[in-house]
């Protein structure tokens, strides 16, 4: 039987509730267990992929192309697991689910209600996803760690907690515990109790009975003992079931924290979690993963050298949106013990017009990139602000700074040796002018007859690197020398093949295509000490204790060429892809013919009539 673990949320959402849950798993799979994670969203969205970035920070791909809430991400980068499209549930999924039953007439004509109808859709969705196993061992996993966004008493939450009100019953008591995130405020040295009170008093009249209280206190100091006491006592919960989580100096000390308190012991007894059978395998896979996330936290704080970045993008002022490519950058870092300083320019301030209207905005974001060690240039939106990029992009190529390009900043890339080496001065994409006479980059839809209708390539794909890359490709060397890699990928634009060759001639290195040689998805200055550009999101699959290859390349780049040499030999030693052979699904899926569902987000322009994704 799986263990469940729900995190619920109270007094204001957004303090941290998914690094407490996730941090959570950390510590379980620290005594040998195998971790799964479920998000629950209560809103009415299907997918997160129509939604806008700027009201909702990062769309996060999946191995199956399912476009997720960043908060998958967090698990997959705690849990070093795989997660499908399953494993986020939200309002929208669950209502069509059981409309779609109501047509088919699986109700017998009942009339089709919240309580018992999506209540045990929520369920069963639930205890089916929990089993599907998630990394290389293929077994079914242990526990099961179920976060509810939102805070418990909003309308929308209401159905799920209902279900999980029943949930508790149908699992078992020693199958099912739950932890309560709520705010401890600080009123002038004074942690206040009340917020705290009050939301394990509606929790429990809602049906829900907290086994951990974590008290979220958004500042440096700890939780008191005394404020623990008081907790303990209003709250009807022995002392040792509360535990305080401050802020500390960075996200990655979380688990330690949690664990200091008991947090471990106290769910092993709980849960009965002795009563599982844990191999030996796994009890020392457990302790190894324990030593290596203590010694990464503990090196962060004794840091004296630094490496800068210039992250050129788009809502750059939206951080959020770059979570992924902030989390490789910062794994990276953690690998050659540096400490990351990013330089967020807004890509639009580096252009000409720029230094018209704003001179001091102009210089200001110029003299971030020229004084950064490394520049990239992400993923991105629509047409605005790419001249600045292409600006920096060429910047990099002549000065010999490292760079990395990613979907949109490959596709740029090559635009900007199109013209300005290759000499089609105009050179660009399709998507930016539709009439143009040098498409560079062009809409090529994935000519699948398995893929229905899709016209944006989503989830993940190989990349096969071309005869011969192995002696200079830095790329593939930073990916061990593997002669084919799986990355995730989300674009509808592509190099134009027509172009391929005399790109070639003139110097631009393709190193890695997709299976049949036709799209290019690696390119490679030969002669630069790192100019790469990958049209696949590499960011999606990063691991704080093994990073996505790509970001290392730049970060080591960016730190000099003996550090650069060193991290290739250390990936040639431990690298490992973050995915078990079972995930790779592409090809297994073009196979059997399995149509891949075509999301609603493929056709979709957005508000602000940007199209979204490249
Ligand atoms: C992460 O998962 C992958 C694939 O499941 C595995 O090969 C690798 O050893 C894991 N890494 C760690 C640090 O556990
Ligand atoms: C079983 C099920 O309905 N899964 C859905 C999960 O969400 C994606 C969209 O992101 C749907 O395509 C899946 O069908």
Known sequence: MTKFILVSGGVISGIGKGVIASSTGLLLKTIGLKVTAIKIDPYMNIDAGTMRPTEHGEVYVLNDGGEVDLDLGNYERYLNVTLSRDNNITTGKIYREVIEKERKGEYLGKTVQIVPHVTNEIQEWIERVAKIPVDDTGDEPDVCIVELGGTVGDIESAPFVEAMRQFQFRAGHDNFALIHVSLVPDMHGEQKTKPTQTTIHSLRGLGLLPDLIACRLMGPNPLLPATKEKISMFCHVAPEQVFGVHDVSSVYHVPLLLQSQGIVNYLRKRLNLDALKISREMTQKGDSLHRRWKDLTTGQERLFDTVSIALVGKYTDLKDSYMSVTKSLEHSAFRVHRKLILHWVESSDLEPETQESNPAKYHDAWRAVVGAGGILVPGGFGVRGTEGMMLAIKYAREQKVPFLGIC???????????????????????????????????????????????????????????????????????????????????????????????????????????????????????????????????????????????????????????????QLAVQLKTFTPPHPEGSMVAEAVLRQGIPVPVTASKEKILLNGEVNGH
């Open 408 to 566: 949109l900043g490959f596709q740029l890339a090559v635009i900007e040796w199109a013209r300005n080496v290759l000499g089609v001065p105009d050179a660009t994409s399709s998507e930016f002018v539709t009439d143009t006479p040098s498409p560079v980059i062009m809409f090529m839809p994935e000519i699948s007859k398995t893929h229905m209708g899709g016209t944006m390539r989503l989830g993940l794909r190989p990349t096969v690197f071309e005869p011969g890359t192995e002696t200079w490709s830095r790329t593939r060397k930073l990916y061990a020398g593997a002669g084919k890699i799986w990355e995730r990928h989300r674009h509808r634009y592509e190099v134009n093949p027509d172009f391929v060759e005399r790109l070639q001639q003139s110097g631009l290195a393709f190193a890695g295509k997709d299976e049949k040689g036709e799209r290019m998805q690696v390119l490679e200055l030969p002669d630069h000490p790192f100019f790469v550009g990958l049209q696949a999101h590499p960011e999606f699959c990063t691991r704080p204790l093994n990073p996505s290859p790509p970001f290392l390349g730049l970060i080591a780049a960016a730190s000099g060429a003996a550090v650069f040499e060193e």
